[in-house]
């Protein structure tokens, strides 16, 4: 006799959860794939298709091998492909998504006319951005964006920064009695200076007490949170497994929330950040509500940014905005001036006979030059900055995605993957854009077979720049500060700042490679890239400093 069991109501009730459950999944797993599958479909029929270079790995596409690649090597291969391909092309990227990179003159300049609006930020670079830095100026985008900068806008005018020199002036000076003292106490009249490191803190003292009226001391050796923050990140590399973690988080911007070492980093860093400015933000309120803040002071970056938060809709900013501003200023401020004037110093030590004429115009000048002086009277000054800004842009590249559809014009056509000739291309909703800053800035084509020198008497002669490059519409035809309504704001900050400093040490020191001109140099991960003298650790550039006499 056969005994059949049956089954209890609570067992029944468990499968019928689990078969929903999995019907459930099932489902919006089924319901993604349509949707991927439609919207590749009309990304397909909406979009030029472009020829472009094979993907060298089934998963990565060409990305790996872009990420692996040092700045100047990845813009060398976007400058082979526009070779190949023609000024605008495709690459494939991560788990099937394509971007279309644009090395067009005309091209750039509709893409960054329109950025913030069509063009927007991709959703990594958003969650990325959020989380260390709040939603302030780099992260919004729109109306939002257009707020913010206007309320922050009268805080890097010309009068602004007029004033501040006296500032950039005093740091250079600290790092000038500093390095006067090592050479003294060196037997052999010269010593050898790590020089990022003191860039890095002339910088961030610098916007500190220009910007915020704070001196973070890093200069006189003070061990402030922020400026041990900052130092992190040089001396922790991203490895081979943070690379792959960011190429997947690209696809999955989910990803990047895995709590790695470099995103803990990341992490640390934006709560230190976070800390300091609601410091500055309490003190100077508490200032301000003492009648102890004059007029200027509400031209201030901090001045401004306390009186946003009592203004009309119009220039009005949230607290969490407020911090978020200050927190991308220290970012900011501290990052990009501090590697341009690295390289500047590397430069200049590689090249002697530039260092010389750069020391002999600023001597026969004489006293240290105001800030309408820097901007027009020193010219060889203005041609090595503005080398360097052409040949180490601080950031290389930057990545977008349609927020609607578009047609970009082109200067001259290009072969579509079909061989039909077009002289624009039609771009889909949801299509990755791509520029390289350093591949135009450096690029043959638009600069001259000489592009790749570094050579400042380009910036003094009318021929000096070819007419392709005059097409780069940008600060002095350059990319670097970008174009449209993301231009740098910061921008004529970051130059004065750049001559300020950079007058001082060239007038009063002579600087050679610790191992000669021709020292290896590689590229190393700070918050951006950094140049590094090769088997140096972290961010090392040590350089031999003496006294010019």
């Given at each position: 006799m056969n ?30 794939a349509?949707?991927?599958?439609l919207?590749?479909?009309r ?22 091998d ?10 060398g291969?976007y ?17 099937g998504?394509t971007?279309?990179?644009?090395c ?16 927007v ?15 302030g100026?780099l ?8 707020r ?23 740091s ?7 390095w006067?003292t ?26 500190g ?14 061990h ?7 130092d ?5 590399q ?49 200032e ?5 803040s004059?007029?200027d ?49 590397i ?11 750069l ?7 004489g006293a240290?030059?105001?800030y ?11 041609a ?26 082109l ?6 993957e ?9 771009i ?8 390289s800053g ?19 008497d ?11 490059a ?18 740098c ?16 040490l ?9 191992d ?7 590229l ?26």
């Amino acid at each position: 006799m056969n005994v059949i069991s049956v089954p209890s109501p609570s067992s029944l009730w468990e499968t019928v959860r689990s078969v929903d459950a999995f019907n459930v999944a099932f489902s919006f797993v089924a319901l993604w794939a349509f949707v991927k599958v439609l919207r590749t479909l009309r990304w397909r029929l909406k979009t030029t298709q472009l020829r472009g270079p094979p993907r060298t790995s089934f998963i990565y596409g060409v990305s790996y091998d872009l990420a692996s690649a040092r700045s100047q090597d990845r813009g060398g291969a976007y400058e082979r492909w526009a070779t190949e391909y023609g000024v605008a092309y495709m690459i494939p990227s991560t788990l099937g998504q394509t971007k279309i990179v644009l090395c067009d003159p005309r091209a750039i300049a509709h893409f960054y006319a329109r950025e913030t609006w069509t063009y927007v930020q991709t959703p990594l670079s958003l969650a990325l951005m959020e989380a260390t830095l709040g939603r302030g100026l780099l992260w919004s985008q729109g109306e939002d964006h257009r707020r913010q900068r206007k309320a922050l806008t009268p805080a890097f005018s010309n009068g602004a920064i007029r004033k501040l020199t006296s500032v950039f002036y005093d740091s250079a000076y600290k790092a000038k009695g500093a390095w006067d003292t090592a050479i003294e106490s060196s037997k052999d009249g010269d010593a050898v200076i790590e020089v990022q490191n003191w860039m890095n803190h002339i910088s961030l003292d610098t916007v500190g007490i220009a910007g915020f009226s704070h001196d973070f001391g890093s200069l006189d050796g003070k061990h402030a949170s922020v400026t041990e923050a900052f130092d992190t990140f040089g001396a922790n590399q991203p490895s081979a497994v943070n690379k792959v973690f960011m190429l997947f988080a690209f696809v999955f911007p989910i990803i990047a929330k895995i709590p790695t070492k470099r995103a803990n980093l990341f992490k640390k860093l934006g709560v230190t950040m976070e800390e300091i400015s609601n410091d500055l933000l309490t003190r100077s309120r508490r200032e301000k509500d003492m009648n102890m803040s004059g007029r200027d002071e509400e031209k201030s970056i901090i001045g401004l940014l306390i009186k946003s938060e009592n203004q009309d809709a119009e220039l009005h900013m949230s607290k969490e905005e407020v911090v978020a501003q200050m927190k991308v200023l220290l970012l900011a401020g501290y990052e990009t001036t501090s590697i341009s004037l690295t390289w500047a110093l590397i430069e200049l030590s590689r090249h002697p006979d530039v260092q010389t004429s750069l020391r002999k115009e600023l001597l026969a000048f004489g006293a240290d030059p105001t800030y309408d002086q820097l901007k027009a009277n020193l010219p060889y000054l203005d041609a090595v900055v503005h080398e360097i800004l052409r040949l180490h842009p601080p950031v290389g590249e930057s990545t977008r995605i349609a927020a609607a559809d578009d047609v970009i014009p082109l200067s001259e056509p290009v072969r579509t993957e079909s061989g039909e000739m077009t002289d624009s291309i039609s771009i889909a909703k949801g299509t990755l854009i791509t520029i390289s800053g350093t591949s135009i800035n450096r690029s043959s084509a638009i600069w001259g077979p000489d592009a790749k020198e570094f050579k400042p008497d380009r910036w003094l002669t009318e021929d000096g720049i070819s007419g392709k490059a005059k097409e780069v519409q940008g600060h002095r035809h350059l990319l670097t500060f970008v174009d449209g309504p993301r231009t740098c704001l910061g921008k004529d900050f970051a130059i004065t700042e750049f001559k300020t400093v950079l007058s001082v040490l060239v007038k009063n020191f002579v600087f050679e490679m610790r191992d000669g001109p021709d020292t290896p140099l590689e590229l190393a991960m700070g918050i951006l890239p950094r140049p590094r003298v090769v088997g140096e650790d972290g961010i090392g550039v040590p350089l031999r400093v003496r006294r010019y006499e």
